[in-house]
């Protein structure tokens, strides 16, 4: 079984610039989700969709970041204007449905840097 | 605000060597805890714990819950150089429409020295 897929692996931009990431989550999973994760700390949620519908986006810094996952299968995060503090791991992760017993499943993540 | 603390941050042991990693939480909702091994990027499940006193054995590996202390202990036992990685104990807790939120604690550093 496939797992998670992410690209780009690794970006380099310069601050005030836009960047985007994509994730293809395991076939089947309605559920999908975009994590933050800076150096030293753990992942942090920054938006839940259901299928297509977006069911906890409570932490997304929503004046710079987007998400959508239009035909509830892909999605794309997106940062507009990157800042320096955004440097981080954005992780995706999928599960077949949103209750307590289906398992996230992780992708290898996006590095991030922001100069 | 919900919080989930782990220790040590980091920790250098030998092979061999038994570990035990700590996660406590404090959490609305709580519905079960996790555990996750993070070696490079991308987290591998572990354990998923929901009951108190009930251990979870994986090989080496294994784990518990106390639900009225709030907290979890991961133990590796005869250690290996491939244990070396970052361990994430993370708290599910329903929110809003969120039926599985994960709150993630801060990792535990783990290196095994051959």
């Known amino acids: 079984e496939a797992g998670v897929a992410q690209s780009p692996r690794y970006k380099i931009i310069e601050k005030r610039q836009s960047v985007a990431f994509w994730c293809n989550p395991i076939s089947g999973h309605a559920t999908l989700y975009w994590y933050q994760q800076i150096l030293g700390q753990g992942p942090k949620l920054l938006i839940q969709?259901?299928?297509?519908?977006?069911?906890?986006d409570s932490q997304l810094p929503k004046d710079r970041f987007s998400a959508e996952r239009l035909k509830g299968v892909d999605s794309t995060l997106k940062i507009q204007p990157a800042k320096l503090e955004d440097s981080a791991v954005y992780l995706c992760?999928?599960?077949?449905?949103?209750?307590?017993?289906?398992?996230?499943?992780f992708g290898p993540g996006t590095r991030l840097t922001v100069l | 605000e919900d919080k989930v603390v782990q220790s040590p941050l980091s920790l250098v042991v030998h092979e061999g060597d038994t570990v035990t990693l700590n996660c406590s939480y404090e959490?609305?909702?709580?519905?079960?805890l996790l555990w996750y091994k993070q070696e490079k990027k991308a987290p591998t499940f572990l354990f998923m714990l929901?009951?108190?006193?009930i251990e979870k054995k994986s090989g080496r590996l294994s784990s518990i819950l106390d639900k009225k202390e709030l907290f979890s202990i991961l133990n590796i036992t005869a250690t290996q150089t491939g244990d070396s990685a970052i361990y994430l104990c993370?708290?599910?807790?329903?929110?809003?429409?969120?039926?599985?939120?994960?709150?993630f604690g801060t990792g535990t550093l783990l290196a095994v020295q051959p």
């Open positions: 992760a999928s599960s077949l449905g949103a209750g307590s017993t289906d398992t996230q499943y």
């Open positions: 929901t009951s108190s006193g």
């Open positions: 993370a708290v599910e807790a329903p929110y809003g429409g969120a039926t599985n939120k994960l709150i």
């Open positions: 959490v609305t909702n709580f519905r079960s």
């Open positions: 969709f259901q299928n297509n519908g977006v069911v906890d």
